[in-house]
């Protein structure tokens, strides 16, 4: 398990590996090849920044077995799949700012794929080669400007409404990780990737033969139940196992 971390200790974005307390930045590319470099730094020394830079997110709708039984649906025969703008991503600690006429943002913890390489119509028996590895995300909604049978754009695209951190967790299976959110300390959503009902091969697969996936560009692959509304001044914290917690604030 290798976490990879994309930091600034002062002279500009760089990436580096994390263990326990140290970040050592590395030469190379976390996509291709690198090296452990010379400079190594004490977390706390450094700011962490969103993990990788996406050209695109694709973001999976409903995702999870216990949100359609508790609708009362019926199992999707597709995923439902909607973009978000590169421009929407913030990292760890980064401010979430709730956009003027919104009295009802919510969050949603999911677990965010990172894609290692140019994936265009890929099989789910190829996805997993396709995977650089996984971080926690926060799919922000300003749901005052979603209306039914019209495009989420606008709800879904501010500025700052993608949190993505606090790592890239490589090496680990994302089937079955405990995913946890907490909005100002209570614990609203708790679930395990297990239950989502397209798991990631899929969702690589039947995105890949839509639209080409780049290395970096980032799957959000959807949240389980539970949710809140987001006042400024509120902290909301995704926890997901072997990844960490990715911590932002409302402004
Ligand atoms: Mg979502």
């Not at 590395?26 to 400079?39: L, Q, R």
């Not at 025969?77 to 009802?104: H, R, W």
């Amino acid at each position: 398990m290798i976490k990879f971390v994309r930091f600034d200790a002062g002279e500009g974005p760089v990436y580096g590996v994390l263990e326990g307390d140290v970040v050592t930045e590395i030469e190379g590319s976390i996509f291709e090849n690198w090296a452990k470099g010379k400079n190594k730094y004490l977390l706390k020394e450094v700011k962490l920044l969103s993990p990788c830079e996406p050209t695109k997110i694709v973001c999976v709708g409903t995702n999870y077995r216990e949100v359609v039984m508790k609708k009362g649906e019926s199992l999707p025969e597709e995923p439902v799949i909607f973009l978000k703008p590169s421009t929407s991503v913030i990292g760890p600690e980064g401010k979430i700012v709730i956009p003027e006429g919104a009295n009802e943002v919510n969050f949603e913890a999911e677990l965010a794929v990172v894609i290692k390489k140019k994936a265009k119509d890929i099989s789910h028996e190829e996805a997993t080669e396709y995977i650089l590895g996984y971080t926690c995300g926060n799919d922000i909604t300003a749901k005052d400007f979603m209306e039914k049978g019209k495009p989420w754009t606008k709800a879904k695209c501010f500025d700052t409404f993608m949190p993505i951190g606090p790592c890239i967790t490589a090496g680990i299976d994302g089937k079955n990780l405990g995913i946890r959110m907490y909005h100002n300390g209570n614990l609203v959503q708790n679930s395990n990737t297990s239950d989502m009902i397209f798991n990631v091969p899929q969702l690589i697969s039947y995105i890949s033969k839509i639209m080409t996936l780049n290395p970096g560009d980032v799957i959000s692959t959807g949240t389980p139940p539970g949710k809140g509304v987001l006042k400024p001044g509120d902290v909301v914290e995704v926890e997901i196992e072997n990844i960490g917690r990715l911590r932002n604030y409302a402004y």
